[in-house]
């Protein structure tokens, strides 16, 4: 009988995680991906890989969404038979081995929960836009008091907050993917695509150097899988992996092909986001204003998104012996409270390193903290590929969610990653010393709590 093994391992994290309420909608998971990948790197930071690569960065986001949607289908495949909140590390770890389960789900859980720090740092800066009096600290304050609170009500509360949250993000990228498709139709402005050097300015190799910071505004895809431990129903995964990527695919692709053809690429963002340019020149009203409100929105959201997935690893890795029983424990709205508690360690990490350590200490934290994020693309790639070498054509074709480039996708998929992270470590000492410190530690942490280890 097709999955027998596999429906086991799945019943043994389920009794793993028991507890956990079963509530959230296609369209809520969904959004929690969405809201978590749509940071202020896309509305503000899209000028970088412009600036790479000229127009020629609508190729780089091309080949970043491939690699997203070799990294959705195989998340989605592994899902479909294995809902949990552990997601990715637990797929490691029945796939690959303890090791690389471990390290995925530390390695996140701590990038993801720093990273939530930076996200209301962010926030605080966008405020002093209209309240510049008021010391950015308290913002920080109220900021985490409020995600903390929807965070620590029921997951059905929680979806239905990120939902609406991630839908303002949502609704103001497909408002600037049609004043700038006007604005070109129309005439209004001049078409970029082949102005100051042509398609290809900086040469054909430039787009391949851009790649990755295309890949990075995909990183979020993956918090889908950690928000099928407390989906309403094993059914409702596929069409969440879908409809996530679709989403995301459709909107950065969109939004990257508007802004080459507006903005010329060798004056983006000098003095403003390419977003407020586009807006500006649509004639909107307050477009300062209205962005500013926006990009507080994207960073709270993301905030929010991230510190739900970081909670949730964290309440896994408890419950699997990976961490103190204690942050396995929930509170009666079936959220793990502890765990919410200690995965907001980054926003006062976060606001320490910002306000009194050099500017250094900061970068090298953040390099760090994307070793981490990318790593889960690489084991749940590299898992994929075992999964499915295991499984015979009869149980393939019973999968509830099929990758149409199955195996092979993920190989190439593996492959693709691995190379725009060994290209950013090379290009920034800051990320290889930064990456190679935090393995380090988290090795050391691994030892140690392996031969210490008890599981329910």
Same mark, same amino acid.
């Given at each position: 009988?097709?999955?027998?093994?596999?429906?086991?391992? +799945?019943?043994?994290?389920?009794?793993?995680?028991?507890?956990? *309420?079963?509530q959230l909608?296609?369209?809520?998971?969904?959004m929690?991906?969405?809201?978590?990948?749509?940071? %202020?790197?896309?509305?503000?930071?899209s000028a970088?890989?412009?600036?790479i690569?000229? =127009?020629s960065?609508?190729?780089? #986001?091309v080949v970043?969404?491939?690699?997203?949607?070799?990294v959705?289908?195989?998340?989605?495949?592994?899902?479909?038979?294995? =809902?949990?909140?552990g997601?990715?590390?637990?797929?490691?770890?029945?796939?690959?081995?303890?090791?690389l389960?471990?390290?995925?789900?530390?390695a996140?859980w701590?990038?993801?929960a720093?990273?939530?720090g930076?996200?209301?740092?962010?926030s605080?800066t966008y405020?002093?836009?209209?309240? =510049?009096?008021?010391?950015?600290?308290?913002?920080v304050?109220?900021?985490?008091?409020?995600?903390?609170?929807?965070n620590? /009500?029921?997951?059905?509360?929680?979806? @239905?907050?990120?939902?609406?949250?991630?839908?303002?993000?949502? +609704? %103001?990228?497909v408002?600037?993917?049609?004043?700038?498709?006007a604005?070109?139709?129309?005439? /209004?402005?001049?078409?970029?695509? %082949?102005?100051?050097?042509?398609f290809l300015?900086k040469g054909?190799?430039?787009?391949l150097? &851009?790649?990755?910071?295309?890949?990075?505004?995909f990183?979020?895809?993956?918090?889908?899988?950690?928000?099928?431990?407390?989906s @309403?129903?094993?059914?409702?995964?596929? /069409?969440?992996? @879908?409809?996530?990527?679709?989403?995301? &695919?459709?909107?950065?692709?969109g939004?990257?092909?508007?802004?080459?053809?507006v903005?010329?690429?060798n004056?983006?963002g000098v003095?403003?986001?390419?977003?407020?340019?586009?807006?500006?020149?649509?004639?909107?009203?307050?477009?300062a204003?209205?962005m500013?409100?926006?990009?507080?929105?994207?960073?709270?959201?993301?905030?929010?998104?991230?510190l739900?997935?970081?909670s949730?690893?964290?309440?896994?890795?408890?419950?699997?012996?990976?961490a103190?029983?204690?942050?396995?424990?929930?509170?009666?709205?079936g959220? =793990?409270?502890?765990?919410?508690?200690?995965?907001s360690?980054?926003?006062?990490?976060?606001?320490?390193i910002?306000?009194?350590?050099?500017?250094?200490?900061?970068?090298y934290?953040?390099g +760090?903290?994307?070793?981490?994020?990318?790593?889960s693309w690489?084991?749940?790639l590299a898992? *994929?590929?075992?999964?499915r070498?295991?499984?015979?054509p009869?149980?393939?074709a019973?999968?509830p969610i @099929?990758?149409?480039?199955?195996?092979?996708?993920?190989?190439?998929?593996?492959?693709?990653?691995?190379?725009?992270?060994?290209q950013?470590?090379?290009?920034?000492?800051?990320?290889?010393v930064?990456?190679?410190v935090?393995?380090?530690?988290?090795?050391?942490? #691994?030892i140690?709590?392996?031969?210490?280890?008890?599981?329910?």
């Amino acid at each position: 009988m097709p999955f027998v093994e596999s429906q086991q391992e +799945a019943t043994q994290e389920q009794v793993h995680e028991e507890g956990l *309420h079963h509530q959230l909608t296609v369209g809520q998971m969904t959004m929690v991906a969405v809201g978590g990948s749509i940071g %202020t790197g896309l509305l503000l930071g899209s000028a970088a890989a412009l600036e790479i690569a000229g =127009p020629s960065v609508i190729l780089s #986001y091309v080949v970043a969404t491939f690699i997203a949607y070799t990294v959705a289908m195989a998340l989605g495949e592994l899902a479909s038979v294995h =809902p949990a909140a552990g997601s990715f590390g637990v797929y490691g770890e029945l796939y690959l081995n303890q090791y690389l389960g471990f390290l995925c789900r530390a390695a996140y859980w701590a990038s993801i929960a720093f990273s939530i720090g930076a996200e209301l740092v962010a926030s605080a800066t966008y405020m002093t836009y209209w309240l =510049p009096a008021l010391p950015g600290e308290i913002w920080v304050v109220v900021f985490s008091a409020l995600l903390l609170l929807v965070n620590l /009500r029921s997951v059905g509360s929680f979806g @239905r907050f990120e939902f609406w949250f991630s839908m303002i993000k949502f +609704a %103001t990228i497909v408002a600037f993917i049609l004043a700038g498709a006007a604005l070109l139709l129309s005439g /209004r402005v001049a078409q970029q695509y %082949t102005a100051h050097g042509g398609f290809l300015p900086k040469g054909p190799i430039a787009p391949l150097l &851009a790649v990755f910071w295309a890949i990075y505004a995909f990183g979020g895809v993956e918090m889908l899988a950690v928000t099928t431990g407390e989906s @309403r129903s094993a059914k409702d995964i596929p /069409r969440a992996a @879908r409809l996530t990527f679709f989403l995301l &695919a459709g909107l950065y692709l969109g939004a990257i092909i508007i802004l080459v053809g507006v903005m010329p690429w060798n004056h983006a963002g000098v003095s403003e986001s390419p977003f407020v340019s586009v807006l500006r020149l649509a004639k909107v009203p307050a477009a300062a204003f209205f962005m500013n409100f926006v990009v507080l929105t994207a960073a709270l959201s993301g905030a929010n998104a991230k510190l739900y997935v970081a909670s949730r690893l964290l309440f896994s890795m408890g419950r699997t012996g990976w961490a103190p029983v204690s942050v396995g424990k929930l509170n009666a709205s079936g959220s =793990p409270r502890l765990a919410l508690l200690v995965s907001s360690y980054g926003i006062v990490t976060a606001l320490i390193i910002e306000n009194w350590a050099p500017k250094q200490a900061f970068l090298y934290i953040m390099g +760090a903290a994307f070793s981490g994020l990318i790593l889960s693309w690489v084991v749940s790639l590299a898992a *994929h590929v075992s999964f499915r070498w295991r499984l015979t054509p009869e149980q393939v074709a019973a999968l509830p969610i @099929r990758s149409p480039f199955g195996l092979w996708g993920s190989i190439l998929g593996f492959v693709l990653v691995s190379a725009a992270v060994l290209q950013t470590l090379l290009c920034s000492r800051i990320n290889e010393v930064g990456g190679l410190v935090f393995f380090v530690v988290l090795t050391v942490a #691994y030892i140690f709590l392996k031969s210490n280890r008890r599981t329910m």
